[in-house]
């Protein structure tokens, strides 16, 4: 992943939509503060459970908040 221009958060729904990990890049290691290490992406999903509702209209517009808020041009987007 290093250098690979990858920028990507986790955003989990159940009754309310949780920001677990705001958009900003992505390393192996991390070694930048202002970069996740990708075992950051792996705690977080092996730490995710079902649980209550379902806001997933609430999670993909705050996925699209931020990925707006980062938007340039010619860079592809997308929510997963």
Do not use: C, W, Y
Not at 48 to 76: C, F, H, I, K, Y
């Amino acid at each position: 992943l290093k250098g690979g221009g990858v920028e990507a958060g986790i955003i989990s729904f159940a009754s309310d939509a949780v920001e677990h990990l705001a958009l900003k890049p992505v390393d192996d290691d991390g070694a930048d503060g202002d970069i996740h290490e990708l075992s950051a992406f792996k705690a977080v999903v092996d730490g995710l459970a079902p649980n209550g509702d379902t806001a997933m209209g609430d999670a993909l517009e705050l996925a699209r908040v931020q990925l707006a808020s980062q938007a340039e041009d010619g860079r592809q987007q997308a929510v997963m």
